[in-house]
C-alpha cells in the first residue's frame, strides 16, 4: 500500500464528515461540521501552544453580534459546540459568522488527500460502522486520537506531515468488528 503522508488537520476533517454522516447527517452538511471542528481544534491547539493569541474581546463581540443576527444555533459535536445555521438545504456549519460552503469543504479534501480520497474515505466509513451511531457520538474524537498520523509533540508538531496508517485502520476495523459480534451474541444469549 502506498504511504499516504498527510497532516492531521485533513484527516480529522474526513473523519468528522464521516462521523456525521453515521449519525444522520446529509452529505453537505457532514462536509460543513468536519471543517469547522477542525478549524475549531485548531485554533484551540494553537492557543494551547502559543502559536495564536486569542481574539480581542471586542472582536470576538462583533462575531457574536453577527451570529446572533443571523441565527446561528449551537450543535454539539465531537466534543465541541458547533455554531451551525438552518438553510434550505439543511444546516450549515459556521466559520466566524459566515455558513461554510460543502462545496469549498470537499475541494480541500481533495486537494490534501489527492488521489487517496476514495480509498481513505471508504476505510474511514467501514470504521465508523462498527459503532451504533450512539457510541459513535461518544468516542469519535477518541478514535480519532488512534487513527492519526503521528507527528513530533507540541509547537514541533505544529503542521507537520505524518504517515497514514491505513494498516492500524484495518487493525481498528477488524477489533471493532469482533467486539462488536462478542456485543451481539452476548445480547443474543
Known amino acids: 500500500m502506498a504511504e499516504i503522508r498527510i497532516n492531521r488537520a485533513p ?3 474526513l473523519w468528522a464528515t464521516v462521523v456525521a454522516k453515521r449519525l444522520g447527517f446529509s452529505e453537505p452538511e457532514a462536509l ?4 469547522v471542528i477542525t478549524g475549531l481544534t485548531a485554533q484551540a491547539k494553537g492557543r494551547r501552544l502559543g502559536i495564536y ?3 480581542p474581546p471586542e472582536e470576538r463581540a462583533k462575531v457574536s453580534r ?3 443576527e443571523r441565527g446561528v444555533e449551537w450543535l454539539e459535536f465531537m466534543g465541541r459546540m458547533v455554531p451551525v445555521i438552518r438553510t434550505e438545504e439543511g444546516i450549515r ?12 469543504a470537499r475541494r480541500y479534501l481533495k486537494s490534501k488527500f489527492g488521489e487517496h480520497l476514495p480509498l481513505v474515505e471508504k476505510k474511514l466509513t467501514e470504521l465508523a460502522e ?17 487513527i492519526r498520523p503521528e507527528v513530533p509533540k507540541g509547537r514541533a508538531g ?6 497514514l496508517d491505513l494498516d492500524n485502520i484495518d487493525r481498528l476495523i477488524s477489533w471493532r468488528r469482533k467486539v462488536r459480534g462478542r456485543e451481539q451474541a452476548d445480547r443474543g444469549a
Open 11 to 13: 484527516v480529522l476533517a
Open 32 to 35: 460543513t461540521l468536519g471543517k
Open 53 to 55: 493569541e486569542p481574539r
Open 66 to 68: 453577527k451570529r446572533e
Open 93 to 104: 456549519a459556521v466559520s466566524g459568522a459566515n455558513p461554510v460552503s460543502p462545496e469549498s
Open 130 to 146: 462498527t459503532f451504533e451511531p450512539e457510541e459513535l457520538a461518544e468516542e469519535a474524537m477518541k478514535v480519532y486520537m488512534q
Open 158 to 163: 505544529w503542521g507537520k506531515t505524518g504517515v
